[in-house]
């Protein structure tokens, strides 16, 4: 199977939806001539025009709310929002109406919408510009939250998340773009609310999403060459959540590591430790659950202040040989 960049399967769905269904279109800011911000929209203008690629005002409130209203009245936005930090300007479109207005109208109405958003540090961006919102979403019936980590499931899992009739926030970590990766060239669909393991192991279990799966599968592969054979535990969509899924592993190895970018208070992790605690998992642990986020800090704009505020794969092998000692 060909090789892309996970950039460049977004680019492939995107433009796969809009040459079979005419009411998906994208907007953002910068998406035309200059092809996004991290080039993911390049060449897109050319095919499609600029009536279903369309530029938009430096207003994060205005796109959404545009998209919360093309979508509840039959078209399907692709809205880019440049960073995923300048959600938080949207966050009343995004909450209070495109989340609610569903259940509010009694399913009369739909909001079919994706919200595509780079996410996460790496790129010595600072403090306004690298951070991992994803909690925040999390907290929102209404809304569906995805972050896949390689090109194969980014693909996929926005195909899905276009044709969805809920809104869909995509989170897409800047690092991953240049990932190159296997993707089918055609259309195929990842199920919304379903994890994937991306290795299996029985010493201790990792659940992760974004980039931190990778560095995860690369820790997992150093530490088999001691006989130490870690299951790697992609939930890719967050809301909903595949808990079957988390409990089901945890379960066979009797140990959890929680790994994300995001800074570890109110994080995902606690969420997804509440899930294990909650359940008959519980009684298959042999070491507390154990949680590794970022720090509680604004990201640093300093390249090795960034580095260290999130974790790497020197911590994550710490974490695990704390777990298995």
């Not at 605690?277 to 300093?302: E, M, Q, V």
Request: proline share 6%.
């Amino acid at each position: 199977m060909r090789e892309i960049t996970y950039a460049e399967a977004i680019r492939e769905a995107m433009s796969q939806e809009m040459r079979k269904d005419k009411d998906v279109f994208l907007m953002g800011e910068d998406i035309g001539v200059y092809g996004g911000a991290f080039g993911v929209s390049q060449g897109m203008i050319e095919e499609f025009g600029e009536e279903r690629i369309r530029e938009t005002p430096i207003s994060e409130a205005a796109i959404v709310g545009a998209a919360v209203g093309t979508a509840s009245t039959g078209m399907r936005p692709i809205a880019e929002i440049m960073f995923s930090d300048f959600t938080a300007v949207a966050f009343d479109q995004i909450v209070n109406q495109a989340a609610k207005m569903r259940y509010q109208f009694g399913g009369q109405a739909k909001v079919p919408m994706v919200i595509r958003t780079p996410a996460g540090s790496g790129t010595g961006a600072a403090a306004q510009h690298s951070q991992s919102p994803e909690a925040w979403f999390c907290h929102v019936p209404g809304l569906k939250v995805v972050a896949p980590s390689t090109p194969y499931d980014a693909k996929g899992l926005l195909i899905a998340a276009i044709r969805d009739d809920n809104p869909v926030i995509f989170f897409e970590q800047k690092l991953l773009y240049r990932l190159k990766g296997p993707v089918p060239e055609g259309e195929y669909t990842l199920p919304l609310g379903k994890a994937d393991v991306k290795r299996e192991g029985t010493h201790l279990t990792i659940i992760t999403y974004g980039r931190m799966v990778q560095l995860c599968l690369n820790v997992a592969e150093k530490m088999a060459e001691d006989g130490t054979e870690i299951e790697v535990v992609d939930p890719m969509t967050l809301l909903p959540l595949d808990r079957e899924a988390i409990i089901r592993s945890v379960k066979k190895t009797g140990k959890a590591l929680i790994v994300h970018e995001a800074v570890q208070t109110g994080g995902m992790g606690g969420e997804i430790a509440a899930t294990i605690a909650d359940s008959d998992a519980f009684f298959f642990l042999d070491a507390p659950i154990k949680r590794l986020g970022g720090l509680d800090i604004p990201i640093p704009y300093c390249i090795e202040l960034e580095k260290c505020a999130v974790p790497t794969e020197e911590s994550i092998t710490r974490a695990i040989n704390e777990l298995i000692r």
